[in-house]
């Protein structure tokens, strides 16, 4: 594979936003969005960290890479709109299976209507794959982590666990059949991002909002450092994905708790704009559950905790860590 050929390869035929101006083929993109917050963000997908031959095809790393990103831009409350694609690739892929990456990143990207704009290609090591994407969000539509209030319903959408089961099942090697674990499978390898819930809610006045990548015990930590309150959750309230039945309980809830990947969103609302947000994401068949609440306790602010029965447990922020020696 020669550098140029394959970004011909990989170039789209037309444009599908009319925001963007310049696309692949100069020094940079270039985007117009008038009257729109742009929101950008960048996260990184490396072989045998986030994939592997064994747990993916070529195709899913593509849509996983790209719907991690997307899931963000959501998390912000805002619509994806571009994509820039860096990739550092061994000689040992075939041109056929990169382009396959590309096509798993297409297939996504045309649900949103969103533009392959850029990117890099460099030859090294392990493949690793680089996705910044490019979004907007209305002036009212902003949905930080330091949005939530006391008082407020912490929800969670979709069901936890699922992608960490599909996980766990492709890495083992038994030899019996995944069929049970399809779905769980599939969530793993093709998460869907909640942009559609996230749009539907335009109307909502705040909203605190953090998807799921490393899993809620650390998402919850986060909002609750970010607003400085005490995020309150109820174990048995959450969502569980149904292939985790065939587990123990222990597992289903370690998977829940900290398995992370599954991109679904935790945010939490006011009591008053909770049956809103329920009955839009009814209208749309997202389930939606409330996992808990916030509350204003000086010396439990900054953190989230776990109600077993009427104790308050530190729910400790675990999940997957990047660490160095
Ligand atoms: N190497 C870096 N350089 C600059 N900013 C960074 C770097 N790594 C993370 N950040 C910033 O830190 C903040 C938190 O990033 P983080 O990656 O934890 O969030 P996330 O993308 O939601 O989570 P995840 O990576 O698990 O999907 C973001 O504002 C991000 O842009
Ligand atoms: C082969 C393989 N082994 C392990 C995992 C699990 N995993 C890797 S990174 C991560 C958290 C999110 O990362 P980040 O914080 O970088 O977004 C998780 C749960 C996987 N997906 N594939
Ligand atoms: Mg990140
Ligand atoms: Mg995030
Ligand atoms: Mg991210």
Redesign the pocket.
Known sequence: MKEFDFIRAIQPANLRQSHVIKGIGDDAAIVRTPYHDSILTV?TMVE?????RK?VDPFHIGWRALA?NISDIAAMGGVPIAYLVSIVVSDNWKEHELIEIYNGMDELARKYNMDLIGGDTVIGQELSISITVMGTVAANGKRYRSHARDGDVVFVTGNLGGS?CG?HVL?QDTGNSLTPFKDAIRKHQMPIPNVEFVERCASIKRMALNDI??GIASEANEIAKASNISIEIEPDKLPTHKDLEHFPSELQYQWKMS???DFELLGTVSLHEWHEIKKIANQIHVPITKIGSVHYHTERNGKAWIKDNNKLLRLEPT??I?KTK
């Open positions: 996260d045998n960290i986030h994939f592997s747990t991690a960490a996980l890495l990548s490393d398995g992370g990947e999940g997957y990047h």
